[in-house]
């Protein structure tokens, strides 16, 4: 685990090494999730909706996006996040956030029958994020669950797929991010950005033939097979961005 956390450090660093001068984006993104109790969607939507007044009163400087799962195992569960953040972002803004806890204490935890905090890695060197700001309207999350000592494996089918994407200009935006604290070890979530469901309509031409035409049958077929050895489990879902119980601070 310690020399996959090198790797990926190293790749955030080659990936924004070119850029210009001004301080980038961190890659850490806080991810809670949320499963309202039994009959209390509504009461809990409600105080979400209080707690997000809470921060738009106070003027926090930090965008806080919520979605609904609307399909896979977690259907009807809640997803918030504040992403591309610095490590050192928590510690300037950890008194704000020990309000913020108290204020979602009162207003949202009654409705709560459980929640998981974790941390994620967004990994911009094999992602291809959409061209224009703000957040899709659905997104499609694979979760990949890779097989312990497979990581190098897994990661070097990721980058050899992303490279394919850009050589063959393949139609599809997407964001990788890696599970760093919390859950399950090593973990992979790949993140698909759709703006409405006609998006979801399979990509042409197929992925396997865009890695044929990248590579040859015979590389996109030592790669599938790679990939299919490195990972334990697979499972999706489709996550419904829900603008009126999330917060972006003014001039976001």
């Not at 459980?114 to 659905?138: C, N, Q, V």
């Not at 399979?202 to 015979?218: C, D, T």
């Not at 790669?223 to 697979?234: A, D, G, H, I």
Request: glycine share 4%.
């Amino acid at each position: 685990m310690l020399r996959t956390r090198v790797f990926l450090a190293v790749s955030w660093v080659l990936a924004v090494a070119s850029a210009a001068p001004q301080e980038m984006p961190g890659n850490v993104a806080q991810v809670v999730f949320i499963k309202p109790k039994a009959g209390m969607r509504q009461q809990l939507e409600q105080g979400a909706k209080r707690h997000m007044d809470w921060h738009r009163q106070h003027k926090d400087t930090w965008t806080w996006a919520v979605w609904e799962v609307i399909a896979g195992d977690r259907t009807g569960d809640y997803v918030a996040a504040t992403l591309n953040h610095h490590w050192k972002d928590f510690d300037d803004h950890a008194q704000f956030m020990q309000a913020d806890v108290a204020d979602a204490n009162t207003n949202i935890m009654p409705y709560v029958e459980s929640e998981a905090a974790r941390f994620y890695l967004m990994h911009p060197e094999m992602s291809r994020p959409p061209d224009t700001p703000g957040f899709s309207t659905f997104s499609e999350a694979l979760e990949f669950r890779v097989k312990a000592g497979a990581e190098p494996e897994f990661l070097l089918v990721m980058g050899k797929v992303h490279e394919a994407i850009q050589k063959t200009d393949w139609p599809v935006r997407y964001i990788w991010y890696s599970l760093y604290i919390g859950g399950d070890h090593p973990t992979y979530v790949l993140l698909l950005p759709r703006n409405n469901w006609t998006e979801f309509k399979p990509v042409e031409p197929p992925f396997l033939a865009m890695l044929e035409k990248a590579f040859g049958r015979l590389e996109a077929d030592s790669l599938m097979k790679m990939l299919t050895k490195s990972v334990e489990s697979q499972r999706s879902e489709i996550i419904m961005f829900r603008p009126d119980l999330s917060y972006i601070p003014a001039g976001q």
